[in-house]
């Protein structure tokens, strides 16, 4: 473990940097887009358009990585959000915010697609949890960390793209001075989203579930705390700290899902969710301390949502399939991302500000009904499939067929 570690810190580093820039501009997004006058929808659509990029760079940008390698990717992702940001701080326009978001989530889709892949590359299915833990509770403490600089920034004026734009650039500094190397990349199978389903269609299902949950938070989280009357640092406090509780059960949850069948961690993480969000859109009017205690813990769950069902999809594939794999895992959830800021919005306009929470309740609770309903199915199925990690030669495109694990299905 203590050399895993040693040779993944570099790529956690700088994820960590660009993510305290890019999270902040994210929330900065919606309060700038909000204050602006624009309505839930178009911010909604603002949103989507960044969750879309990410999900058509899910399709493409693995050639790219594979072109460049891991390392060059990375600093060829970091510099195309830079220079999307430099050219939104130019307009005000819907339209081209639309556009210049496209292009950030598509570079962001290669970012996550190089430092997930990386990880589990170098990990066992034994250690991937907590693996996948560790990476998780680096990038949520970034997004949590970087709302607070808009506590320091204007939003009206141009301070904000420029810090975004700081973070960016540092961001490439570990990686580029790292003394071990990346992960080879070796030949790799073809997985598409609709392979996944048909392998593992809970793995499926909880992708997109943390897509539509996640995704509606953060492009109308901002939204509902204006909305409900909060000031600028109570705003900026509520996304911190759910965020922030989305870092801290990380890595309880997903040590927790390495030692136990995955399926049962993905019911108990998603009733306790619909008992939190139901909890938060009945009463909305709550002390201010007991809303940040609820939202830390709407953070916890929701946010380990997409760990969870990444690792589980995890499980039904060789190490051949694994960059793929994330690749189609991205566009399912990208999927999600888009589909919740376009979705949300109208519980939110049909009931109240907290609708955004009677959203996530709903999609919580058919996720865990549909895990219940396959644990119930075959509940010795899963548990076969976490042996120790086999590692295969790269014999040809199709050696890894000889791979036990490669024809599982669930």
Known sequence: MRDLLRNTIAPISSLLIIMLGTSFFNTFV?????????????????YSAYYAGMMTGAVYMERVIRRTGYIRAFSLFASIISTAIILQSFTSSPFTWILFRFFTGLATAGL???????????????????????????????????QFILNFVEVKEITSFNVTILFCSLSIVPVCLM???????????????????????????????????????YALGPVFAKETGFEMWQITLIMAITIFGGMALQWPIGRFSDL?????????????????????????SLPFYLLLILLFLFGGFSFTIYPLSITYCSDFFSSAGIMAMTCAALIIYGSGCI????????????????????????????????????????PRQLQETKESYQPMPNLSPRSSELDPRANLNE
């Open 30 to 46: 919606s309060i700038r887009v909000s204050e602006d006058g624009w309505n839930n929808f178009t911010t909604g659509l603002v």
């Open 112 to 146: 996550f697609i190089v430092i997930e892949s990386w990880l589990l590359l170098l990990s066992s299915p034994n250690t991937r949890g907590s693996v996948l833990a560790i990476y998780m509770v680096t990038l949520y403490s970034a997004q949590s960390l970087g």
């Open 179 to 217: 003394k071990a190397n990346a992960p080879s990349l070796h030949q790799s199978e073809y997985v598409n989203i609709f392979y996944i389903l048909k392998k593992t269609p809970l793995g499926f299902i909880g992708n997109l579930a943390a897509g539509l949950i996640v995704g509606s938070f």
């Open 260 to 284: 136990i069948d995955r399926r049962k961690v993905i019911i108990l993480v998603s009733f306790v969710l619909m008992s939190i969000s139901l909890t938060l859109f009945f009463f909305e």
């Open 339 to 378: 589909l919740g800021p376009l979705l949300s919005p109208l519980v939110m306009e049909a009931t109240k500000p907290s609708g955004l929470f009677l959203f996530c309740a709903i999609i919580s609770f058919i996720l865990g009904i549909i895990a219940l309903w396959k644990q119930r199915r075959s």
